[in-house]
């Protein structure tokens, strides 16, 4: 039976990976994925959309808009080929209004939406917080913070200093962003005072 999950993690907790190995599996198996990200992810060449990990796995994905429609892009690829999955990474930046769209693409097909829980001030982004309401299916993807314990925040550094404020979505890696657990978060920000 099609459901729709959640699986979500810290940056660098290999969630993109996960969405590329989980893509392969299916395709081995001769079904048809439709991979997906928001188009807020800006990292790629307008010309070639991709999923990208930081060990290296890559596939091509569509993306998809703010106020474009998951429903009318699964209809129009599953009318070129039968769509057995959607995955869906970077699902955070999806609208809440798309996440209820996967809610009822996932009568028809399993849907796995992969993304950050939360944001670089520990708030739940629009298209998680829709997730965590709606998903039949919660996974955390650990990762471990610099101290050793699990890590919960996606800290923010700019110039080298941890910050708590700024726009909720800036677009980058590890050169603007480290996994940490709560404490270590509130250290780093602590330095700044």
Not at 41 to 69: F, N, Q, Y
Not at 146 to 170: H, L, Q, W, Y
Request: proline share 2%; charged share 25%; glycine share 6%.
């Amino acid at each position: 039976m099609p459901k729709l999950y959640f699986k979500y993690g810290t940056m660098a907790s290999s969630k993109s990976a996960q969405a590329l190995m989980c893509k392969f599996n299916y395709e081995q198996k001769g079904m048809k994925v439709l991979l997906v990200k928001p188009a807020l992810d800006t990292r790629d060449d307008e010309e070639e959309r991709m999923v990208r990990s930081r060990i290296g796995l890559t596939a091509k994905c569509h993306t998809i808009s703010p106020t474009d429609s998951f429903v009318a892009l699964f209809e129009r690829e599953n009318a070129i080929s039968n769509i057995d999955i959607i995955i869906v990474d970077e699902a955070q930046f999806c609208t809440a209004e798309q996440i209820d769209q996967l809610k009822q693409l996932s009568r028809q097909v399993s849907v796995l939406c992969y993304g950050l829980l939360v944001d670089f001030t520990c708030h739940l982004f629009e298209g998680s917080k829709r997730l965590v309401e709606l998903a039949d299916s919660l996974q955390e993807i650990k990762s471990v913070c610099r101290c050793g314990r699990k890590s919960s925040v996606n800290a923010r550094f700019v110039n080298g200093k941890c910050v708590e404020d700024g726009p909720t979505i800036m677009i980058g890696g590890d050169e603007s962003y480290e996994s940490m657990c709560y404490w270590c978060w509130q250290e780093e920000l602590h330095k700044n005072k």
